[in-house]
């Protein structure tokens, strides 16, 4: 099925989310404030979220494997979470000082994640990976920051770099040459990051060895969410915790979306322990939210006793008492056993997707850990960001209107995720849909 006739169809199907978009049209760029939720011809509308389900402004429908791009691990408005919020508000929206929920919340993260031995709040993973670079710049009196060819860490200057760029543009596999992913970011940023291949343990110790002395932290999706969920090779993760810690670089592991994998996030499942670690998404119980912490000698730069703090770290709504009393009320919620449930849910869907693919006999894979999954439309050995460019661009972006017209939410990329709202019903409802969304392309 083209392109144009599955636009056509969602545009018949929602001529409420066309309006209010030409309204938005002339109050936003774009008629939005987020661009990864923007996608042509209009987005739709959402206006009410129950547990796995999404309705729109047209009163359509929808199951829900976006959850606000894996935020809502719970589904949305959970009892326990919206309990949680309401009594909150009633007794104040925000304060200009701490609350007794985020002294709560802080210690059920440090409790769950070793590594963490401080931890401070901020309002998102944007503020979370800033606040953490910052950091280690300040302990170790270093400038540069190395990161990963194809990994995501938020929207400030320092991480917008080879996010998604074109290979063309990037130098070699084993030495990725740094790109600006965003307009606005300066030339200097540039100068000041070090690019590494993910899942090439070699070429990333000898760019390291030889930029070591210059680089303040190196920061790692352990899951490199954003280029596919690519799984580190066994070992890749030890080497780096390695020549890091020779080397005196901060190791920050941004689990902003790994974090969902396990209690303890991608460090408790692949068994290597960070300096620092930063958080946000599911944190929250769906409000804005992010956090940051690790050992305790480098968090210390941010303490204000005394005149001592080195780190300034203002911000009007971090730990906000709502955000952390909605935040207490789902980690609460994730429990061995609602991991071992979205690890179930997450298997099933995966294996129930390879089945479709396989009778298909399209070029196609699944990849993913825990309740996190995502399609790609290559049959390439999957090893990096480079290797997971589909062969035909058009392909996701075809899939993810297909689902949605026949009332499945996925990304435009092909990333979903379960939910504990879910059952295995609406994973078996999402492979039926899927099935029949491959088979019009055969």
């Not at 002339?26 to 959402?46: L, Q």
């Not at 309401?86 to 994640?113: D, K």
């Amino acid at each position: 099925m083209t392109l144009e006739t599955l636009v056509n169809d969602y545009k018949a199907k929602t001529s409420r989310s066309r309006q209010m978009y030409e309204e938005a049209l002339r109050v936003m760029p774009g008629g939005n404030s987020r661009t990864t939720t923007f996608f042509d011809p209009y987005p739709f509308f959402i206006t009410r979220g129950a547990g796995a389900r999404i309705w729109d402004a047209d009163g359509a429908e929808r199951l829900d494997f976006n959850g606000n791009y894996t935020s809502l691990i719970l589904g949305h408005a959970h009892p326990s979470v919206v309990e949680a919020v309401a009594e909150q508000a009633t007794r104040g929206m925000s304060f200009p000082g701490p609350s007794e929920h985020e002294v709560r919340l802080a210690g059920l993260l440090t409790t769950r994640i070793p590594s963490m031995e401080v931890v401070r709040f901020a309002n998102s993973g944007t503020e979370a990976t800033m606040n953490a670079v910052r950091a280690a710049r300040a302990f170790t009196g270093r400038s540069k920051l190395a990161k990963f060819e194809g990994a995501y860490h938020g929207t400030h200057d320092w991480v917008l770099v080879s996010v998604s760029p074109d290979p063309a543009k990037s130098g070699s596999r084993k030495r990725p040459k740094p790109v600006a992913s965003s307009g606005g970011v300066p030339d200097t940023v540039l100068k000041h990051t070090v690019v590494l291949p993910w899942n090439d343990a070699e070429a990333c110790v000898k760019i390291l060895e030889k930029q070591g002395r210059d680089i303040a932290a190196l920061i790692v999706d352990p899951l490199m969410a954003n280029a596919g969920l690519l799984e580190p090779q066994p070992g890749f993760l030890e080497r780096l915790r390695e020549v890091t810690e020779r080397l005196g670089i901060v190791l920050i592991f941004d689990e902003v979306i790994s974090f969902r994998v396990a209690p303890g996030g991608a460090q408790q499942r692949f068994g290597v322990r960070p300096d620092l670690t930063t958080l946000g998404k599911i944190i929250g119980g769906g409000l804005a939210v992010g956090a940051f912490g690790g050992r305790a000698e480098v968090m210390n730069y941010y303490d204000p006793r005394g005149g001592k703090g080195r780190i300034s770290h203002g911000g009007t709504f971090n730990a906000n008492p709502v955000t952390m009393a909605g935040g207490v009320a789902t980690m609460q919620e994730l429990t061995p056993e609602a991991y071992a449930r979205l690890d179930a849910l997450g298997d099933r869907l995966r294996a129930g997707v390879k089945r479709v693919l396989s009778k298909s006999k399209q070029a196609a894979q699944v990849t993913g850990l825990g309740s996190l999954f995502w399609i790609h439309w290559t049959k390439k050995r999957l090893t990096d960001y480079r290797s997971r460019v589909p062969a035909d661009a058009e392909r996701p972006l075809r899939t993810f209107m297909g689902l949605l017209n026949d009332g499945v939410l996925l990304t435009q990329r092909g990333l979903g995720c379960c939910s504990l709202a879910m059952t295995d019903a609406d994973v078996d409802r999402f492979l039926e849909v899927f099935g029949r969304v491959v088979e019009k392309e055969a």
